[in-house]
Protein backbone atom coordinates (compact mmCIF):
# COMPACT_ATOMS: atom_id res chain seq x y z
CA UNK A 1 0.00 0.00 0.00
CA UNK A 2 1.28 3.25 -1.33
CA UNK A 3 1.91 5.94 1.91
CA UNK A 4 -0.27 8.25 0.66
CA UNK A 5 -2.84 6.28 0.55
CA UNK A 6 -2.85 5.03 4.42
CA UNK A 7 -5.83 6.07 6.36
CA UNK A 8 -5.41 8.88 8.47
CA UNK A 9 -3.92 8.37 11.99
CA UNK A 10 -4.65 10.81 14.53
CA UNK A 11 -1.49 11.33 16.29
CA UNK A 12 -0.48 14.79 17.96
CA UNK A 13 -1.28 17.85 16.11
CA UNK A 14 2.59 18.44 14.86
CA UNK A 15 2.43 15.53 12.93
CA UNK A 16 -0.34 17.42 10.83
CA UNK A 17 0.61 19.03 7.56
CA UNK A 18 -3.01 20.76 7.47
CA UNK A 19 -2.60 21.90 11.45
CA UNK A 20 1.12 22.92 11.58
CA UNK A 21 0.86 24.81 8.07
CA UNK A 22 -2.75 26.55 9.13
CA UNK A 23 -0.84 27.44 12.68
CA UNK A 24 2.05 29.07 10.69
CA UNK A 25 -0.08 30.96 8.38
CA UNK A 26 -2.18 32.41 11.64
CA UNK A 27 0.93 33.92 13.32
CA UNK A 28 2.16 35.12 10.00
CA UNK A 29 -1.07 37.04 10.24
CA UNK A 30 -0.84 38.08 13.37
CA UNK A 31 2.55 39.31 12.78
CA UNK A 32 1.32 41.20 9.61
CA UNK A 33 -1.42 42.71 11.08
CA UNK A 34 0.50 43.84 13.81
CA UNK A 35 3.12 45.01 11.28
CA UNK A 36 0.84 47.03 9.12
CA UNK A 37 -1.86 48.32 11.01
CA UNK A 38 0.59 51.75 11.45
CA UNK A 39 0.08 51.91 7.40
CA UNK A 40 -3.77 51.52 7.59
CA UNK A 41 -3.77 48.10 5.79
CA UNK A 42 -4.35 44.23 7.29
CA UNK A 43 -2.36 41.22 6.23
CA UNK A 44 -5.35 40.04 4.00
CA UNK A 45 -4.88 43.10 2.31
CA UNK A 46 -1.82 42.06 1.25
CA UNK A 47 -2.12 40.20 -2.04
CA UNK A 48 -3.78 43.08 -3.46
CA UNK A 49 -2.04 45.60 -2.24
CA UNK A 50 1.40 43.50 -4.02
CA UNK A 51 -0.88 43.14 -7.10
CA UNK A 52 -0.89 47.06 -7.73
CA UNK A 53 2.55 47.63 -6.73
CA UNK A 54 3.84 47.90 -10.17
CA UNK A 55 1.69 50.74 -10.63
CA UNK A 56 -0.42 48.62 -13.38
CA UNK A 57 -4.44 49.13 -12.83
CA UNK A 58 -6.12 45.80 -12.61
CA UNK A 59 -9.40 44.72 -12.92
CA UNK A 60 -11.18 43.27 -10.29
CA UNK A 61 -11.32 39.26 -11.78
CA UNK A 62 -7.67 39.64 -12.53
CA UNK A 63 -6.90 40.60 -8.45
CA UNK A 64 -9.56 37.94 -7.87
CA UNK A 65 -6.98 35.04 -9.51
CA UNK A 66 -4.01 36.60 -8.19
CA UNK A 67 -5.44 36.70 -4.49
CA UNK A 68 -6.99 33.31 -5.22
CA UNK A 69 -9.73 34.29 -3.17
CA UNK A 70 -13.84 34.61 -3.84
CA UNK A 71 -15.38 37.16 -6.20
CA UNK A 72 -17.00 38.00 -2.79
CA UNK A 73 -14.11 37.93 -0.66
CA UNK A 74 -12.34 40.37 -3.09
CA UNK A 75 -15.69 42.79 -3.54
CA UNK A 76 -15.52 43.36 0.54
CA UNK A 77 -11.54 43.89 0.57
CA UNK A 78 -11.58 46.47 -2.56
CA UNK A 79 -14.59 47.94 -0.69
CA UNK A 80 -12.61 48.53 2.71
CA UNK A 81 -9.42 49.20 0.69
CA UNK A 82 -11.30 52.11 -1.13
CA UNK A 83 -13.09 53.31 2.25
CA UNK A 84 -9.63 53.69 3.68
CA UNK A 85 -7.73 55.39 0.20
CA UNK A 86 -5.64 52.75 -0.58
CA UNK A 87 -7.20 52.21 -3.39
CA UNK A 88 -9.31 53.41 -6.84
CA UNK A 89 -11.24 52.64 -9.49
CA UNK A 90 -11.36 53.89 -12.67
CA UNK A 91 -13.11 53.55 -16.24
CA UNK A 92 -11.63 50.84 -18.44
CA UNK A 93 -10.88 51.97 -21.75
CA UNK A 94 -11.12 48.77 -23.37
CA UNK A 95 -14.18 47.48 -21.59
CA UNK A 96 -16.97 50.01 -20.74
CA UNK A 97 -18.55 47.44 -18.31
CA UNK A 98 -14.90 47.13 -16.35
CA UNK A 99 -13.69 48.91 -14.08
CA UNK A 100 -9.34 49.18 -13.22
CA UNK A 101 -8.34 49.36 -9.62
CA UNK A 102 -5.04 51.06 -8.23
CA UNK A 103 -3.24 52.51 -5.81
CA UNK A 104 -3.69 55.80 -4.53
CA UNK A 105 -0.92 57.85 -4.23
CA UNK A 106 -1.18 58.08 -0.26
CA UNK A 107 -0.79 53.86 -0.86
CA UNK A 108 1.61 53.97 -3.35
CA UNK A 109 4.12 55.83 -0.46
CA UNK A 110 3.68 53.53 1.80
CA UNK A 111 5.00 51.00 -0.44
CA UNK A 112 8.73 51.06 0.79
CA UNK A 113 7.89 50.60 4.71
CA UNK A 114 5.38 47.92 3.84
CA UNK A 115 7.33 45.67 1.86
CA UNK A 116 10.49 46.37 4.94
CA UNK A 117 7.86 45.11 7.51
CA UNK A 118 6.89 41.92 5.44
CA UNK A 119 10.69 41.05 4.34
CA UNK A 120 11.29 41.36 8.19
CA UNK A 121 8.85 39.26 9.23
CA UNK A 122 9.63 36.71 6.43
CA UNK A 123 13.35 37.31 8.17
CA UNK A 124 12.37 36.43 11.31
CA UNK A 125 10.48 33.11 10.24
CA UNK A 126 13.51 31.53 9.29
CA UNK A 127 15.66 32.35 12.23
CA UNK A 128 16.32 28.98 12.51
CA UNK A 129 16.76 27.73 9.39
CA UNK A 130 19.54 27.56 7.03
CA UNK A 131 19.50 28.82 3.79
CA UNK A 132 19.05 25.86 2.20
CA UNK A 133 16.24 24.46 4.58
CA UNK A 134 13.86 27.84 3.88
CA UNK A 135 14.46 27.78 -0.12
CA UNK A 136 13.48 23.72 0.57
CA UNK A 137 10.49 24.87 2.73
CA UNK A 138 9.10 27.42 0.35
CA UNK A 139 9.64 24.41 -2.57
CA UNK A 140 7.33 21.65 -0.76
CA UNK A 141 5.03 24.39 0.18
CA UNK A 142 4.79 25.44 -3.78
CA UNK A 143 4.44 21.33 -4.50
CA UNK A 144 1.33 21.26 -1.56
CA UNK A 145 -0.41 24.03 -2.93
CA UNK A 146 -0.34 22.45 -6.60
CA UNK A 147 -1.55 19.05 -4.85
CA UNK A 148 -4.39 20.54 -3.33
CA UNK A 149 -5.39 23.06 -6.33
CA UNK A 150 -4.92 20.55 -9.44
CA UNK A 151 -8.56 20.23 -9.76
CA UNK A 152 -9.06 23.89 -10.25
Known amino acids: MNNNS ?7 RDHSLGYMVNWAARLFAREMDDALRPF ?25 RLAAVEQSTMAKTLSRM ?3 GLIQRSADPNDRRST ?31 TEDGEQLLDLLRQVISGLTDDE
Open 82 to 84: ERD
Open 40 to 64: GLTSGQLPVFFALADGEPQPQRELV
Open 6 to 12: KPYKWRS
Open 100 to 130: LISLTSSAEKKLPDIAAAVASINTKSRLHLS
